[in-house]
């Protein structure tokens, strides 16, 4: 009798259970549904980016990129003469007056020419009728050595009459290359005027530049302030002066 009770009162109590009804769990709404999927998958990318398998690597100094590299000598400079502005210094002197052409010999020598004495240029300029008891007026247009040809450059009439270029741009014969130019930036008072002049490398780049003093009559460089690099040739040792 005992053995009974201690073996059927499980199995009636298994089967008292079974045909209980189980408890069914809540249904959700289809927008709540929607919102745990949702939060469900932002977990699991969340634990993506934080496991240890993809660790984020810092940046090192050598990787970070710098936006205030410094200019090397290797990159193009940027001229003070474009081709517009000779084109527009040209226009504007054309019908001015007749075209000559002269070869001229130096017999001393500039303080700034390294060359041999004498020396000989050939000088093409516009010349003007002077009115009454004066003499023309010539306006320079380049000057050409054997290797290099100087264009001068005019803004205004009034310096062109003057025959006090506002600039110039020097170029290699034989390739047309941009060697070095200048820019008128003052007058000194019954003495001259100084322009600011650069001179440019075989790419280009900036490789000389400084301020010099012409000297009124003469046009002779006089002197140069605010130095900076090596320059490979003398071009503006001799410069129209009025």
Known sequence: MMMALFFGA???????RSKLPRPQPPCLPGWTKLLLAVCLALAVSCSSRTSPSSPRQAVTPSQAVTSNRPVTPSQPAAHLWSKEDIVKSLQSLSGMGGVITRQNTMEMAPPFYKGTVPFSYIDKAIYLPGGLGSTTIDIPLYHEYPSWRTLFIYTSNMSAIEGLPDGAQTVDIQTGRVLAEAKRVSLVQGQGFEIEE?????GDELIFQCTSRISFGTGWKVRETDAKGKKDAEYYFLFPAG
């Open 198 to 202: 650069r001179h440019y490398g075989s």
């Open 10 to 16: 499980p199995v009636l109590l298994w089967l008292c």
